[in-house]
Structures are given as C-alpha cells and as structure tokens.
C-alpha cells in the first residue's frame, strides 16, 4: 500500500502510535517511539511549564509526572506531512484535560527527533471569535440600558477602585500591550501600568534614527496584523503611532504617566499589594498575579569612570539619546559597539559631529540585507507568506527547535553569511574592528538568546566605521576621564565634547530588587540566557530562557519580553497561565529549577 | 472529453472566444456570445465610468465606442467555475491598455448572461504592496537626512500651504476616510476636511444608543479589517475609535474641525478654489479633483408644520438627539418611522418617558436576526468566511447582479422574510403600524438603493410597538402644533413636552447648491436612486446610483459615500479614477446621463 509509506501515513501512525501508549498509560512504549538523540519541547500542555526534554530519561520522567493529569488524547495529523533531508516533518492537534493544543513532530526513521506541544486554548474558556464572537448589542429593549461607551467608561473609572484587577502588568511597551490584549480576550480583569503617557512612548523617546532592525512579517502584534502595505523596517514614531492605536482598540485599561513604587505578596491572601503613583496621586492596587513587562533588560548601565566627575563635557547614556541635532560640530565618543552604540554614532556623523566608536569587546555584525535573505527568509518574509506559512506557523517552528540544536543551524548559516559578505568583513576588520560570530560560531540570534547584547545588524553604521567616518578605538579599555577627554588604557587620549554611554542594560533583577526586595530577586536569579556556558551565560545548562514567560520560583510573579516574536508569541502562554489561575483550573508545574544565582 | 463539460471548460471557453472576438475587433462575434437577455456590467474597465449595459445593443454600442481604447485581452479564468440553478459561475482575470482587472461571468445555454468587469489597478501605478512595499528605511548613512516623523510632519505643514493636494475630499466619515485611504496607497496628494474636531465622531455625536445595523462582515475598512473578535453589530463609540485609529495609522492628512465655506471651479485653470475655515483660520485651496464624501444626504430636514413657532416645549431633529436622559417623564411626539425614528424612539421609552411614533408613511421593517440569516449569509457571514468568500470577492458579487435584476432575488426573499415571520407582522400590524416590502415587493435593499429612506432593521423598537409601550399614531397627517401639543388631521391631538422630527435628510443637491452654486447643482442633478420609477425614485431609468463614484456632468467633481460596503467597494473605483487624471492616463468617459432634474 503506496499510503504507508507517504509521509503523512508515517506521520499518522507515528501520532497514533505514541498516542494509544499514552492512552493506555504505557510510559515505556510512548518513550520507545523516540530516538535517542531526542528533544521534547512543551509549552504549558503537559508540564504547564516553558520546558524542553532532552533525551528518553528526561521524557519518561517527564511523563511519570505528568500523564495522569495531562489525559492528552484526540492526536491528529494537520494538513499534510513533508520530507526534508531525511526528516518526515509534520504539524498536529490534541487536546488534554483541561485545553486544546497544536504540535510539531520530526521524524527520523520513524522516531521520534524533536517534538512540540504548546497549548492554543482552553477547555470552556476560549477566545470569543468568528461566529462565536459577542453580539455587541442585546437586540429588544431594556430600561435604563447604558452603552458600550457608558459601560467601559464606568469600569475603566472602577477598575482598580473599588474594584481589583486580577493581574497587573507593569511596563506598558510592546510585551504588556501584547499579553494585555490576550487577558483581554480571555476574560482577565488586567491594568497595565506605564512610566510614559502613553502607548508607544517607549519607543518615540529613542533616539531619533531608530528604526526596528527585524523586519515586518517578524514584527506583527496579536490578532490584528499590519496592513500589506506596512514598511519592511517600521521607523519608532510610526510603530509607536501603531501600539497607540493598537491599545486603544482592543480596549486595555491602560494607566499611562504611572510608575510602580514597590509591590509585596501576601502569599497567604494569595495577593499582591503593589504602589503605583498615576500621574502624582498614589494608588494603592492588589491584584493576584504580578508581571514584569519592563523589557529584558534593567534599567540603563551608567558605568563610573575614575575622573568623570571633572569632565566638563557632557555625559549621557543611549536611553537619554534623542538626536544629534545639538551635537553638530562636537566631538563624540561613544562607548559601546552594540545596537544602540551603532545606531547613535551613525546618527552623530549625519548630524556632522565628529565621532569616535571606543569598542571594548568583540561583536558580532550581520549586514541587514544579508540576514534578511539567509536568516528570516524562510519563516517571516514574503516568500514564506506566499508559501502559505502564517505568523503562527513560523512562531511554532521557531520555536520547535530546541536550544540544543540551535548551534547545528545557526554555525552554517553563519558561516554562508561570512562567505557571502567576505569583502564587507574584510574591510571592517582593515579599519580595525573587532567582529566575531560567537565563541561557538552560532552568531547573532544565539548572542540574542544568550546575553541580548553584543550585536549589530548592519543597516549603514559598518560601512562608515570602514570608511573611517566614524572613527574606532578598539582592543584598549579606558583609564579615566581627563577635564575635556577620555583616557585609554594604552597611553592614548582623546578629546571629547560629548561622552556618550552605549554600554547596555543592567538585568531584569534590578527592578524586581528594587520594586520588590532583594530577597524575592534571590529567590527568582537571574534572567533570560539559557545557560549555553559562553561568555555571559553561564551554566548550568537550562534549554530555555531563565524565568521567561513560566512559573517562577516566586508564587504569582511572572516575567514577560522580548524583541516583537517573541512578546507576540509567548504572550500567549503567560496569558493562558494567568487565566488558568484565575479560573482555579489545576496547573501542576513540572520542572521548575533552581534559581540561578543573580 | 470530459473536461470540455466542466463548468470550468465551458467558462474558458466562453471567455477564450469573447476575448478573441474583442481582439480581432470583431463586435458582432462579441456580441453574439450574449444571450438576448443580458447584461453587462463595467466598472471602470472600458467605460471609465460605473455603468450597466442592457441587451445586446447597449452591449454592442458601449463595444464600438470603447474597444479601440481599452484593447482588452489576457482572459483567463479564475479558479473553478461553478453550476447553480443552470447558470455557471466564474471569476476571471483580464487586462486593458491602461490597467488589470477582474470579473465575473454568468452563462445560461453557453451564452453570457451577466457579465461584470471591473478594474482593480492601473498599470504602473500599483499599490505598493506584498513584496513591492517600501523599505521604511533607507540602509546606510546620509548626512542631514530626516527621519520618518519629521518628514511626515513636513509634509503635514506644506500640504495645503505652499504645496497644493491633488485631491480635496469634503467629508471625513467613512467615506471620506476609505477614499483618502485609498488615495494615500495610490500616492494622491489629498487633504480631508470635516467639520467635527476628531475622526470618528461623526458616530461619536449621533445617539446614544446607536450601534451599527449591518454586521461586522459587511462593514470592514479597507486594507485593515476589523480583528476575528469584532462583536456583530459595532457600537458607534467603539466604531468611532476604529476610524480614529484608521485614519492615524493610514497617515491620511486629515483636517478636523474644518469647514468648507465655498468652491468654484476654473475651468481654463482645471482647478478649483475651495475656502475652508480650519479651527478659525480661513484658508484657501487649490485641488484639481473635489469629492463630496458628505454622506448620501444633503441638511436634516426640519419640516415647519403651523403653530410650530408657538410651541412652548423642546423641538428637535433626531441629528440633534444625543439621549434620553433629559426627557424622563417628558410626553415625546416622534415624527417620523424610519431608522432614526424608531431607535430613538426606543431610546427614549428605555428613559423612561412617555413616546408616541407618528407614522406618515408606510414602512418596510425587517427583523435583523431574519436579515442576517436570510440576506446576509450568503456574501457577509461567518459561513461565507469558511466557505471561502472574502470580503472582495463578496463585494464583487453584490456588484455583479445588475440593478434590473434586483427584484428577481429580493421578492422571493421577502416573501420568505414575511412567511417566517408572519407573527412578528400580524403583531406589528395590530398595533396599528403599515407596513410593506415595497411597491413591488423588493424589500429592504431596494429601497435604500432607491430613496435611502423608509425602511427599519428592527433590534427591539418593533417589539415596543406591538406592545403598545412605544404608543402609535399611524395613518393621518400633522395639521398644526399647539402650545404644548401636537394636532392631526384627523381632529385629534396629543400632548407632547417635546417633538422630535424624525423626518430624515434632504438630498446632496442642497450642499452643491450652497458650496458650489445652485447652476452647478442643476448640472449635476439628482442623486442616489437608480430610476425604477418607484415612489421617490422617477425615471427615466438608469440603472447605476446616479452620480455616485462616477464622472458627472460637472468636471472635476464627484460623490463618494453611501453605507460601509458601498464606500468600500466604490472607493476604490473613485480613487483609480482620480489617479488615473493625476496620471494624464486617457479616461474617455462612455454613457455620461444628462442630468435629471433635481
């Protein structure tokens, strides 16, 4: 029967395989359908936990712990499997006790090599869309009837008043917009507290040439995608316009111009009391669950340099940067050659300052253009749109890869772009640039994963450090500040009107210590990297990122972020935690590891 | 063969001889692959004009007049064809000298029956769309350059100060906004002038209680359609931040709380001049094209009955009713059963205070639950989605039944409507309300395509009636107004604290006459209506709304609007138009109707 043998048919009875051994609760047989060499990647279904198995030991525990309340069943193959290179690919559904859920499965000769689960809804408590969708108006008459207007204006004035939301969210920039949008849907009583007035500021207060460097088909929100017609790289003001737009129609209680004073858990309450002062009247608000949406990041590392209190020059990190227009004429250095260290000396040189880069570390530089056609092309790019993979199908089979395998695809395609960009290299290095790809070779989105620093992509400023426009000073640390100068540790001095600061972020955990306590940011360690063992992301080895989007080790504190996939992706899963707490639906949590030391 | 007997073959075969015949010139073979019945409809595509030709010899004049310019060709048939009811269906593609295009073909017996031809992009000017979208950023570096915000904020300041818009579009509802969007894409310069202050608050100012009566499918914006969790029927506060929100994000230059005060056209220059007030500030502008997107009406009608100016109580058009409140307890006299006329009417019982509807004339009133299921499901449904039908090619099918075909599908349709709910009636009926489906029986749809007027989708006011809770004076004229009363023909009266004329808007005409003048108002003639000789809507026949998204008798000018699907669709159709003279691509206009008189 030629059936048997298409991919589909051995995908199929792969899945009813491994699902009658689960059914029948036969741990060994439903491990016996994996390799050795295996990788189970969950979100939420089976450990309610961001979580990848690495091997048949990992699973079979996994399983042992799991399986009675899980109840998976209703395993199905979706659309037809395909054949790549010897793997037999293919897309699933299921369902488990309490939700619905969609899979990913490669198989290699007939087993089992990497597997997702990830749960989409639910059971009783889906999103209310198509023709499920609300009415909008009770059709026949009602006294004293108020309208949508006057319903959403009186909960928006009793919304954490005289009445609690059941989460809140601080940090109102592209991660709590998108996971505030999801609670919505779901029913989450949820207020979202932002430091600036209003949505979107976080990215019109950047400096004034930034521009998103992912492009378009990787950036969309939830639920309402942007028009065709949408720039390929998004400029600050205009994305900005767009989270502005975007939070008004989907309704967030939105608390703009509101900073966080501290928050608290009374874990016998089950109850968070957390301090906000809105727009200078304190507030006082306790809600059930807490989540960080203040970006991966800390707040801005301002490093001190001995002598930089006599500089009479002027001193500002990145975050303060807005444009170069008072800078024209001045002479710049700018520490860092990161991201923000790039984009900020480009735009000093339009502005006709004179500007030195003071590169204190190697890093790792993709030209735009290149990473465009080999990294994105296949999963968020207009061929891929074409090909008929949705922005949810690419986000799955991101993230079907576990970290394990990440070097095995990134080292090759790292080395094709510097095969392909030989020249471009060749001359950064000429002028003295430091670039590498990674102590592992794995490049860009490994440095993303690992340390979310240390990286460029190139959109014009690798050119002008070539060119010798934007002048370099690399392999030197600084000794000091001089009165109107900075100080190397090689002897060499140079002079400076302005020193800006590129040098970064502090850690989430900063906030969560100060806002919080010291002790909570013990408890839950450090943050994201996945504990690869390079350079700042040490060990031990975790497979996923340290307290993202999952269950920390402290009860109903949650942390969500992320560049624009990710925040779009996992906001779905922090949303269907959040709304499984609230509706006391049993959520056992498999696998939560010890903090790692912050 | 089989294939030769697929509804395909025979579509491709149908169209494959019809395109040869128009290559070769050939009229008469053309026209011979028409049945005797027929009907050909051409948006833009050879006629440059909205146009429906009758019968073969409209077919074969229109063909002899247009062929030699629009030399069309590249048919080809669009996915299956489809079989219903002994006709076959089928989409094609085609393309004309100036442009491409799809269409739709109905064959009874081999021969064509309708025929729908419509043009959806003009060569060389494409939207930039897809893979064709712009970069958003211009990679490497540029001394001086701006960045998105402060271009955009250039261009604001200069567009209708020291640089002129092609365009000027007088109204920024719905329809003003779809057609600047659209404008924007085609890159026509244009400026929007609307009276109140904000976008969307042409909704936001009518009553309280109004929500949209068509449902969500129907009455998507183009290019950014409403999220899958869109309640039904939108609320209009809600529908107010969506245009909002739409009008920011499509960047359209729109200039709130601006009046137009006049515009005169210089025919030699080919421009007009338009004086507005914005916000206090006169201001003169010079468009080449000048649209009226100020709704299908013209002023409220406020009817002055005797006595009125003796009436000591409050006296109101429903365009000045915001809600109830003020009225608790009041006796209100609600002139008028149309739309607004029930629903405030409704809204006031819901105020409590004491209502009766005067009914002057009979009234087609359809349940909506009975609409939605019986006369949306076919095109604008969440059964139409699934089956595949977006919402363009739903458009295009509403546009592909000629007018003279209307009451063949909507007789039938409301005999089914007054068969199912033949209780509803009997109830509506003993309570003394007249109602009809129309002098011939074609319903709801054909009377707003005829007089825009008369007719009530009932969510609850119906209900009231029956009941006897909204109290009805049905059947007699308005003999005069007494200090605090209203007096019928009839010898009786009522008293009334408050009148409320619900008495609908008077035509467009009224606003050309007093923005432009009353010589180019009497050129341009009547509006809206089609010419089924029914009441309100003489003839001579016609066949097309007249003057709407079409060349008229007044150059440079045009009229855009009608319900959400209307400015939709047609927008499109207005803006290639407008493009395509922006272009100096030829637009030799076909069948331009004299004026009927006004």
Redesign the interface.
């Known amino acids: 029967m030629t059936s048997k043998q298409s991919p589909t048919a051995r995908a199929g009875a792969w899945l009813a395989a491994f699902g009658d051994a689960l059914e029948a609760g036969d741990i060994a047989a439903a491990v016996d359908r994996f390799q050795d060499d295996c990788y189970w990647r969950d979100l939420l279904s089976f450990t309610w936990n961001v979580k990848t198995l690495e091997g048949k030991d990992d699973v079979a525990a996994m399983l042992r712990a799991t399986l009675a309340d899980a109840r998976p069943g209703a395993w199905a193959i979706e659309g037809e499997a395909t054949e790549n290179g010897g793997a037999v690919e293919a897309w699933f559904t299921f369902e488990t006790a309490a939700a619905r859920g969609r899979g990913h499965l490669r198989l290699k000769d007939g087993l089992c090599w990497t597997l997702l689960t990830t749960m989409t809804e639910l059971k009783g408590h889906e ?5 499920n ?5 009770r ?7 108020r ?4 319903r ?1 204006t009186a909960d928006e004035a009793e919304l954490g008043h005289s009445r609690q939301p059941y989460c809140l969210i601080i940090g109102g920039g592209q991660g709590g917009i998108a996971l505030g949008a999801r609670l919505r ?1 779901l029913g989450v009583p949820t207020i979202i507290v932002e430091q600036n007035a209003r949505p979107g500021d976080s990215w019109r207060n950047r400096y ?2 930034l ?1 998103l460097h992912d492009p ?1 088909w990787y950036d969309h929100m939830p ?2 995608p942007f ?12 994305f900005g ?2 989270l ?2 975007y939070a ?2 989907m309704e967030l209680n939105y608390w703009g111009s509101t900073e966080c004073l501290g928050a608290s858990y009374d874990a016998a309450a089950a109850e968070w009391t957390v301090t906000v002062n809105r727009d200078g009247t304190e507030t006082t608000l306790r809600p059930r669950q807490l989540v960080f949406a203040t970006g991966a990041y800390g707040y801005p590392k301002d490093i001190k340099f001995p002598g930089a209190e006599a500089f009479t020059g002027a001193t500002l990190h990145t975050s303060a940067y807005v444009g170069g227009e008072a800078f024209a004429g001045k002479t710049c250095i700018v520490i860092g050659s990161g991201s923000s260290g790039h984009d900020v000396a ?1 735009d000093l ?4 300052a004179d500007v030195t880069m003071v590169q204190r570390a190697s890093t790792v530089v993709v030209r ?2 290149t990473l465009m056609e080999l990294g994105f092309a296949d999963l968020y790019s ?2 891929a ?1 074409q090909r008929g993979i949705t922005t949810e199908m690419a986000d799955l089979l991101f993230a079907s890869m576990p970290f394990r395998l990440m070097p095995s695809t990134q080292i090759p395609l790292h080395e094709e772009i510097a095969k392909r960009d030989a020249a471009f290299y060749e001359r950064l290095g000429a002028a003295g640039f430091r670039y590498d790809f990674g102590e592992d070779g794995a490049g860009l989105m490994a440095k993303a994963l690992r340390t979310a620093s240390g990286y460029y992509i190139d ?3 690798s ?2 450090i070539a060119d010798g ?1 934007i002048k370099l000073k690399s392999g030197v640390g600084i000794a000091g500040i001089g009165e109107r100068s900075v100080r190397f540790d090689d002897g060499t001095e140079l002079p400076a009107d302005v020193i800006i600061h590129a040098t970064g972020y502090g850690s989430m955990d900063e906030m969560v210590a100060r806002l919080i306590s010291p002790e909570v940011a013990d408890k839950v360690g450090r943050f994201w990297g996945y504990g690869s063992g390079t350079n700042g992301d040490p060990g031990p080895w975790e497979g996923e990122l340290r307290n993202m989007w999952k269950p920390t080790n402290q009860e109903a504190l949650w942390f969500h972020g992320g560049n624009l996939a990710l925040s779009r992706h996992y906001s779905l899963y922090v949303s269907l935690q959040i709304k499984a707490r609230m509706e006391n639906i049993p959520t056992p949590v498999h696998g939560l590891p010890p903090a790692a030391a912050r």
């Open positions: 999103e209310r869309t198509g023709e969708r609300i009415n909008g108006v059709h026949g008459a009602e006294k004293g009837r309208n949508w207007l006057e959403k849907r004034r040439s521009v378009v639920y309402l028009p065709d017609d949408w720039p390929v790289f998004t400029p600050k003001d205009k316009d767009w502005e737009m008004k129609v480009a040189w339009e502005h006709g735009s253009e207009e061929p749109v959109v014009g400023a050119g002008l426009e």
